[in-house]
């Protein structure tokens, strides 16, 4: 079955700068990659979402890069603020699949003024 | 857009009991629903995946006369954790798809369970 790795498990960046969180997956047939943010005890929010026929996409200061060959996928956040401060978590999908969404670690982000 | 709630949002119970937490998407039918146990600083495990009117599918290692899902309707899932312990004190996520097709799931706000 799927398999998603992602790093780092913690990150933190000064106001302003740039936060990049990474994941790797296994299963070549996962074809849907959407992104998380999670605040403490509350539900996943789905920032951004990447489809295997798009390289990039990108929505304001969030962008999300894949790369199918390596099968690694990455979330940038640019001009980072205190409120980007949670935990992230990537995931993968087979679309037309099973529609299991296997998720990564997560990254917990913290943002310093 | 679409929304998914679940209940209640915390329970408590004494160990052994059984808790019955509901999924329901309120402005869409819900053709997948899916089951989540997310522990403290831990990611979101699936544990089963509910489909309307058949039996649920359960992840390896999670033991389905434990944990009983009925997807009676495409509006409501339901999660009962039987003969709790304090080892499935967790956080439990419901998703919700609305086709095979589609790649957005939504999520339920989540049960905070605590066991006794």
């Known amino acids: 079955g799927e398999n998603v790795e992602q790093h780092p498990s913690t990150l933190s960046v000064q106001e302003g700068d740039s936060a990049v969180i990474k994941c790797t997956y296994s299963d070549s047939a996962s074809n849907y990659f959407p992104w998380y943010k999670q605040e403490l005890g509350k539900r996943p929010q789905l920032i951004i979402d990447i489809r295997s026929n798009v390289g990039e996409k990108k929505d304001q200061r969030i962008a999300v890069t894949l790369n199918k060959t390596a099968k690694h996928f990455s979330l940038h956040i640019t001009e980072t603020q205190p409120e980007d401060s949670a935990v992230y978590f990537c995931a993968a999908v087979v679309i037309g699949g099973a529609q299991k969404l296997v998720f990564g670690q997560g990254t917990r982000l913290t943002i310093n003024p | 857009g679409a929304v998914v709630s679940q209940h209640p949002s915390w329970v408590i119970c004494k160990s052994g009991t059984s808790v019955k937490i509901e999924c329901r998407s309120l402005d869409f039918q819900a053709t997948t629903m899916f089951w989540y146990r997310q522990f403290p600083k831990q990611s979101l495990m699936l544990m089963a995946t509910?489909?309307?009117?058949?039996?649920?599918?359960?992840e390896q290692g999670v033991e389905k006369d434990k944990f009983l899902i009925n997807h009676a309707s495409l509006t409501l899932s339901t999660l009962t954790v039987t003969s709790a312990h304090p080892e499935d004190s967790s956080f439990y996520i419901c998703?919700?798809?609305?086709?095979?097709?589609?790649?957005?799931?939504?999520f339920g706000p989540g049960t905070r369970l605590t066991v006794l």
């Open positions: 509910s489909n309307e009117g058949s039996k649920a599918t359960y």
């Open positions: 998703s919700a798809g609305s086709g095979s097709d589609t790649d957005t799931q939504y």
